[in-house]
């Protein structure tokens, strides 16, 4: 039979970038991209979004866009539990469904992916939204080992993913988040603000941060301003509340969620970035801050450690006076932080969206080739999907 539609036609949830893309929508938005320009001529990107209200934006990365007027908890709860309807019912025939979460999309017969960022939800449901505390601790092991591939974002990630929902390694892509095309600043900012960048959330620790800058402030009062970049969680009032307080207020500021075209100017500001958080399965501001050349402190937690590379102070996330320290040392030490802008530049030129979205592309190709679909080769055929090289 003449076969005379696109050589490879893949389906990717795009749904996390609908509207503010906070982490796993600036990779979804991002990876799409990368994939659309990784592609043959002849193959096709299917961008999948589905919402009552919100509709994709003209920014929305080039593809073919299939957005349906469907509410996403509706659509969710009635993929999750019943397993349909397929989404070629929506799309027209796909050969690869790439789902953004960690659980399946029902399909006809497509190749699977899912995606996992972190299994922050297995440990602490009660950190997550309702319907990620209704479904993913019961379903994403079943559906995991189930799919064809887990995209995982990190090497960390790809461990929990074995270790914890028993799927084997050889099933498992590691695709990274990239780091941005920035030109780093020209000059350190050795007395800008000390910033934050993520969601307000319990996962991200920001009380003990506040308690860190407090400790600061004590040993250093001129110590610059400390800024929250970030949308806020009901769980957040708390540290609201203690940033409108003594000693606290008139030195913290809270920005409120950041556009991802606004972050460059940001992190041009910063003399640091800050990310204490008790687990991140890859934590992209690290990335950033790096790419723009600002000095910067983690937590020892997750995969913070494996993307900073030796780039970053390291920190225990409940060590008050250690993250005092560490934050008081790059305000003090002139050669320290030097060395980590140095570093942290070279760190973030490793990470590539393209390299990432190439390791996917032929993971498609040979996932493709497994469901019977006869289109483009993939370039080896190992058995199993395409791995990304260990960084």
Known sequence: MCYDG??????LDYRPALRERTGVGEYVHEMAAAIGRRLDPSDELVLFSSSWKDRLAATTPPG??????????????LWH???????????????????????????RGAARLVTVHDLDF???????????????AALAAAHAQRADAVVAVSMFTAGEVERRLDVPRNRIVVASPGAPAW?????????????FMGTLEPRKNVGALLHAYARLLEQKADAPELWLAGGATAAAAPWLRAIAEPPLAGRVRHLGYIASE????????????????????????????MAAG????????????????????????D????????????????????????????????????????????????????????????????????AAGRR
């Open 64 to 77: 073919r866009r299939v957005d349906v007027r469907v509410p996403v908890r509706l659509l969710n709860r």
């Open 262 to 289: 606004r972050r460059h100017d940001l992190y041009g500001q910063a003399s640091m970035l800050v990310l204490p958080s008790h687990l991140e399965g890859f934590g992209i501001p690290v990335l950033e801050a």
């Open 319 to 386: 060590d008050i006076d250690g993250m005092a320290a560490a934050m008081r040392r790059y305000l003090d030490d002139e050669a320290a932080a030097a060395t980590a802008v140095r570093d942290g530049l070279a760190r973030a030129r490793q990470y590539s969206w393209d390299a990432s979205a190439a390791t996917l592309v032929e993971a498609y190709a040979e996932l493709a080739a497994r469901h019977g679909h006869r289109g483009r080769a993939p370039a080896h055929d190992s058995g199993a999907p395409a």
């Open 122 to 136: 297995l440990d602490h449901p009660e950190r997550t939204a309702r319907e990620i505390r209704r479904d993913y």
């Open 183 to 195: 030109e780093p600043r020209p000059a350190p900012v050795p007395r800008g603000p000390i910033l």
């Open 6 to 11: 696109p050589t490879l036609r893949i389906l």
């Open 294 to 317: 600002v000095p910067t402190i983690v937590s020892n937690r997750g995969a913070l450690p494996e993307v900073a590379g030796g780039a970053a102070q390291v920190v225990e996330p």
């Open 81 to 107: 539990r019943l397993e349909a309807p397929a989404i070629e019912r929506f799309t027209g025939p796909v050969d690869v469904v790439h789902a953004a979460h960690p659980l399946l999309i029902p399909t």
